[in-house]
């Protein structure tokens, strides 16, 4: 298998929003996103997939090795095979590879956040990066679409963090700040034992709006001119933004199960943008 193949099967298989708006770039662009989304998921798969802390480290660190040595010209894993020859073009720098394995290597070392501060410093890492990066890729021609594209990807964590607090509560992660927590009166018992109630429901009600907020200020940050070529962002931010209403009308029912839109949704959402610009 080609490491073109690889990070094409890798992409398709994780069922992710992203793949969506992937579809409609052309394909030198389109080859540069797929390998860095699927660098991204090889990544965070070791978090979720890796049971031993102390073996998921490792791997971490082999990773962070492999940045190394792919910047300097030896790629041996074929998602940095397909990658590297994308990097000069779409200014792909190590230090954002390096951002997202550090805000993974965060996932195991820390299952708390105090407050929004810091729970968007890991939001910083594992999203507003990646958030950069793909603005690069699609074509983003100002200096202000950077800020753009990192709020719209605090946003998307923050969707993320909603829709998943059951399954991140069965690891034993709660990824909602301790002192919202505390101001709904929330016990983090009740979060991993997957206990609703009207205090938890506010509690989320609370995130959503949080959501929503950096929604509006990404879309407010997009620079005029780069509008056309971010249009695969904005693709992307009409799947999360349609979850997230979705989540909202079932009522926060996220501590039993994953919220989902449907491929053919997913599909549908991301061709409204493209062929009518409508988010």
């Known amino acids: 298998m080609s490491p073109e193949q690889y990070v094409q099967d890798k992409a398709a298989a994780s069922g992710s929003s992203f793949y969506y708006a992937f579809l409609f770039l052309p394909p030198p662009r389109r080859a540069a996103i797929t390998a860095f989304y699927a660098f991204c998921r090889e990544v965070d798969d070791v978090v979720d997939e890796v049971s031993d ?14 940045v190394g040595k792919a910047y300097a010209g030896s790629p041996t894993h074929p998602v940095m095979q397909a990658l590297m020859p994308h990097t000069s073009a779409f200014g792909i720098e190590s230090r954002h590879l390096l951002a997202v394995i550090e805000g993974c290597r965060m996932d195991l070392e820390q299952t708390r956040y105090l407050d929004w501060p810091g729970l968007e410093r890991y939001c910083h890492l594992v999203a507003g990066i990646v958030g950069e990066v793909a603005a690069r890729i699609f074509g983003q021609t100002d200096a202000a679409t950077t800020q753009y594209a990192h709020t719209l990807g605090l946003a998307f964590q923050l969707t993320n963090i909603i829709r998943d607090v059951g399954e991140d509560a069965m690891r034993g992660r709660i990824y909602l700040p ?4 505390q101001s709904f009166d929330v016990k983090a018992h009740e979060v991993l034992s997957r206990q609703y109630s009207p205090r938890f429901s506010a509690l989320m009600k609370a995130q959503a709006e949080r959501a929503h907020a950096l929604y509006e200020q990404a879309f407010a940050l997009l620079p005029a001119a780069d509008r056309r070529s971010q249009k695969p962002g904005l693709m992307m931010a009409s799947i999360y933004r349609t979850l997230l209403r979705e989540i909202e009308r079932n009522d926060f029912q996220v501590l039993h199960q994953r919220i989902s839109l449907t491929p053919l949704r997913k599909f549908w959402l991301a061709w409204k943008v493209q062929a009518l610009g409508r988010f």
């Open 178 to 181: 301790v002192n919202a927590l």
């Open 53 to 66: 802390p102390g073996v998921a480290q490792t791997k971490l660190a082999w990773w962070a090795q492999e």
